[in-house]
């Protein structure tokens, strides 16, 4: 049993890691072009899926879609941030041997 949970958790932290790497490759991108690449691709699954459902679909479906997906892009941009910013500041703990962060400098001498 030990060594299942260990595995699953060996699994899950090798997916975290990978997670954060292409995201570090996405944001590169801009917050612009991810919030469009995301809207489109949200948009475009719900309106074939509408269509599948209903058998077709109107102007305001093809707006709330996209304003739906407007939204998740923003969210999901803010969420993807929020985790990369806490591993980055998790890793500088870690890297620090006082376990304490960095003092931040704004001006270098």
């Known amino acids: 049993m030990k ?3 260990q595995k699953y958790n060996s ?3 090798r997916r975290d890691q990978r ?5 570090a490759r996405d944001r590169t991108g801009g917050q612009a072009r991810f919030v469009f690449r995301t809207t489109l691709t949200f948009s475009l699954l719900m ?3 509408h269509d599948l459902m209903d058998g077709g679909f109107g102007l ?11 939204v998740i892009g ?3 941009w803010a969420i993807n941030e929020a985790k990369y910013k806490n ?6 703990i870690k890297a620090a041997p006082s376990g304490e962060l960095p003092e931040k400098r704004y001006f270098s001498n």
Do not use: D, P
């Open 74 to 76: 923003f969210v999901a």
């Open 19 to 23: 997670t954060l790497e292409k995201w």
């Open 60 to 70: 305001f479906s093809v707006v709330t879609t996209h304003l739906t997906g407007i």
């Open 87 to 92: 591993a980055l500041i998790e890793g500088r």
């Open 3 to 5: 060594s299942w949970l």
């Open 11 to 13: 699994y899950n932290s």
């Open 47 to 49: 309106l074939m899926l």
